[in-house]
């Protein structure tokens, strides 16, 4: 499907990373015999070669898969990376530090990107400086498409549409329920956090803006009066505990600026929350205030040097990541509900694979590959999985293996 002007057809950036190793076997698995024409970039050719060589145990004519060099750093070489192809994926994190050539490369170049950052003060600078350009070009630029945030944003945008199917209406709040779950963060994503943190304590306006609930919207829209969780709380509608949930500082920005992108068809006063869930039991709601206390103690310990380094030693480091075995072992559930017309949905998004790792690789993998080969309405831009892709990205998933239902509740 490459092009006479583009070589490839997708380019998985930081293939050697532990991240990226999960992302190119899912595409090894799932792209062979599409005719999909990809490559393995990165900065050591080396180790490419060893990547593409394990590749090849899974699928033959990965043996013959192109190997793109390039530093991440170096702006020349990331505009020579987003010219030879139709779509780069990449997982070089943390992408504050590492992410900001490539980006900016490809929305020049009129090349469709994905990645899987949650870094809200990253995804902001993106949108401020490349969206008008990628709109130009006509590159879809699409942050957050791994376990944060796809689950949420997708989750919504299938809960509405199966709202409207049945009712004609969409419901005007939706809650995400992050449920049972087994698996770790990554690496990338623990020194991504910390690394917002850490900025933040230096920077009054970056605070600001990662206490704005539409802190990506774009500038000048509504804004609804919804405030994130900060406390323990009691989720009515299906009657169990509820703490704070770590990731809501990224999804429900991304879901508020998915609604805005598409031209709030879910109303103007359109609130979207999102929490943790646990037993309905007293130990769940003991669970409950005992999570809220650990978030506020985690921040707090980020930044004493001391209990730092602690921190630092007992968590995994980017490039880490569990074995083969556990990744099988992992699994997560997400419940978004809301209620429109005197009906109220359930929508689950769940998968048996760990979020962070496996169940990651495949919403990545699935994305970039949504971006390569289906056709899209959407226009260019700084976008969201659910503005760029929508119900198209949804297929893939569950054609991957991800669950996506609905039923009353």
């Not at 804004?223 to 809501?248: C, N, Q």
């Not at 048996?352 to 831009?381: I, N």
């Not at 198209?392 to 054609?399: I, M, N, P, S, W």
Request: glycine share 12%.
């Amino acid at each position: 499907m490459a092009t006479a002007t583009r070589r490839h057809d997708l380019v998985l950036f930081g293939a050697t990373g532990f991240t990226g190793r999960l992302v190119a076997e899912h595409l090894a698995r799932h792209a062979a015999g599409t005719g999909l024409a990809w490559a393995l970039a990165g900065r050591r050719r080396g180790r490419l070669e060893a990547v593409r060589g394990e590749l090849a145990a899974i699928d033959a004519a990965c043996a013959e898969l192109p190997i793109v060099e390039a530093d991440a750093l170096d702006p020349a070489a990331m505009a020579r990376v987003a010219a030879e192809t139709r779509v780069v994926c990449t997982t070089v994190g943390p992408y504050a530090r590492y992410g900001g050539p490539l980006v900016a490369a490809c929305a020049r170049a009129g090349t469709h990107y994905c990645d899987l950052t949650g870094e809200v003060p990253f995804i902001r600078a993106s949108i401020d400086a490349n969206h008008e350009e990628a709109r130009r070009t006509g590159a879809r630029i699409v942050h957050c498409c791994g376990f944060d945030s796809i689950p949420s944003d997708l989750g919504t945008l299938f809960l509405q549409h199966e709202l409207v199917a049945r009712t004609g209406e969409p419901a005007r709040a939706v809650t995400a329920l992050f449920g049972e779950s087994k698996g770790k963060l990554s690496g990338g994503t623990i020194a991504s956090l910390l690394g917002v943190i850490d900025a933040a304590a230096r920077d009054r306006g970056l605070r600001r803006l990662l206490a704005d609930p539409h802190g990506l919207d774009p500038e000048g829209g509504p804004r609804s009066a919804v405030r994130d969780a900060r406390a323990p709380g009691w989720d009515r509608a299906l009657g169990v505990p509820t703490a704070p949930f770590v990731m809501a500082a990224i999804n429900t920005r991304v879901v508020r600026r998915s609604h805005a992108l598409l031209g709030y068809p879910w109303g103007t006063d359109f609130v979207y929350d999102e929490r943790m869930s646990l037993p309905r039991s007293a130990g769940g709601v003991a669970a409950a205030v005992a999570i809220t206390g650990a978030m506020v103690g985690f921040v707090a310990a980020s930044q004493i040097p001391a209990l730092r380094r602690a921190l630092e030693r007992r968590l995994p480091q980017p490039g880490e990541g569990p074995t083969a075995e556990e990744r099988a072992r992992g699994h997560y559930v997400v419940r978004l509900h809301g209620e429109a017309g005197g009906l109220r949905l359930v929508a689950t998004v769940s998968d048996r694979l760990d979020p962070g790792y496996a169940g990651t690789a495949r919403m990545l993998g699935e994305a970039a590959r949504c971006l390569a080969e289906d056709e899209l309405p959407s226009a260019g831009g700084v976008l969201t999985p659910a503005s760029a892709m929508g119900l198209t990205l949804v297929e893939r998933l569950v054609a991957a293996g991800v669950t996506f239902d609905v039923a009353e509740g």
